[in-house]
């Protein structure tokens, strides 16, 4: 079926393009996923408008409650690069009774700050390495016995923001250097977890009655210390690894892909996420699986990992698209359109 479609993205993306090209760069290769997700959706058939967001709330407000498209498709990941406010943008569309792809403002709060997601996982039988958060002046303790090496990252953050190569720590004073520059640098309070060397994992999740665990991919570091640091996931003359390659880990067991796939799923629904999402695991040298984060609306292009697993079971990036806008339709009840902001529900057909 045919759909009306709006994509919703941070202008960031725009301005980092103009920045680039106004340099004299080459930006054949520079394209923004909402220009990538466009493309591939209008050569499918539907139609499809974009709305670029800012911090300019009002703005952001009355645009959306203007567009009468039948789906909004919301990869805004931040405002004007500012990840935590993703979580605003979800609350937009709730209150404008919009449907929309990915997840909620309440999933995406509880996957956004680490110590609850954590937590969560926990109560969920979802093994995650253990872990103390420490802000100024607060101290609080997950469990009282952490073993070095450690790992020191920000409690609120996405994209690996705030993690450098020397956030693995091995003893007190490399601990407080690096809770320090988290405080100051960042502005987020510190998550201190142990630090599991082994390989980099990722569980992408389709769907939500019957959520669909594709098949895993593996970012291939160079050794088992390594971490993906930010510079080294988005920074391409990076030199800390041999290179970074997605891969289809073909040497695991087929009881332990089980086992990743049964507590990925665990931790998407204690997170209520939706449509779709990409856990994060470590897999340690013992073979136990120890999950780190959750991912709600994760990085959608068209080389990245949720569109390569995707792919690998018959979902090009067109049809992926068209799967996700379905779920999102699936799961919203019809919206009464005669009231002003479209945010009387009635009963879903």
């Known amino acids: ?22 340099k004299g760069e080459d930006t054949s290769e520079l394209v923004p996923v909402h220009v990538m997700l466009g493309r591939a959706l209008a050569a499918r058939g539907h139609e499809v408008r974009k709305i670029a967001a800012t911090r300019d709330a009002e703005r952001l407000f009355s645009e959306l409650a203007a567009d009468d498209s039948e789906v909004v498709f919301n990869i805004c990941d931040g405002l004007e690069g500012d990840v935590k406010r993703a979580t605003h943008v979800a609350s937009i569309l709730e209150l404008l009774g919009k449907p929309f792809t990915g997840s909620g403002s309440a999933a995406m709060h509880l996957a956004g700050d680490k110590t609850i997601a954590k937590q969560l996982f926990v109560s969920n039988g979802v093994k995650t390495p253990r872990w103390a958060v420490i802000a100024r002046g607060e101290l609080r303790w ?35 250097d690096r809770v320090s520059a988290v405080h100051e640098e960042v502005r987020s309070p ?26 895993l991919v593996e970012w291939r570091l160079k050794d088992e210390d390594s971490i993906g640091s930010y510079d080294a996931k988005w920074k391409e003359d990076h030199e800390s690894y041999c290179r970074r390659a997605d891969v289809f880990p073909e040497d695991l067991p087929a009881a332990l892909v089980e086992r990743i796939g049964r507590e990925a799923l665990a931790a998407y629904r204690a997170l209520r996420l939706t ?18 984060e959750a991912n709600p609306n994760p990085f959608l292009d068209e080389a990245a990992e949720v569109a390569m697993a995707a792919a690998s079971v018959g979902l090009e990036y067109g049809a992926l698209a068209e799967r996700i806008i379905e779920c999102a339709l699936a799961r919203r009840p019809a919206v009464d359109v005669r009231s002003p902001l479209g945010a009387r529900r009635i009963a879903a057909a």
């Open 275 to 292: 449509d779709y999402a990409r856990i994060d695991i470590r897999l340690a040298a013992d073979g136990t699986p120890w999950f780190l």
């Open 190 to 215: 510190a998550l201190v977890e142990e630090f599991i060397p082994g390989r980099e994992i990722y569980a992408a999740i389709l769907g939500n009655e019957r959520p669909q665990v594709l098949p």
């Open 142 to 176: 997950a469990d009282q016995a952490l073993n070095f090496p450690l790992i020191v990252k920000p409690a609120d953050e996405d994209a690996s923001i705030g993690i450098t190569e020397r956030s693995v720590v091995r003893d007190v004073r490399e601990l407080l």
């Open 1 to 22: 079926m045919k759909r009306s479609v709006t994509i919703l993205y941070d202008r960031i993306e725009d301005d980092a393009f103009e920045a680039a090209k106004a």
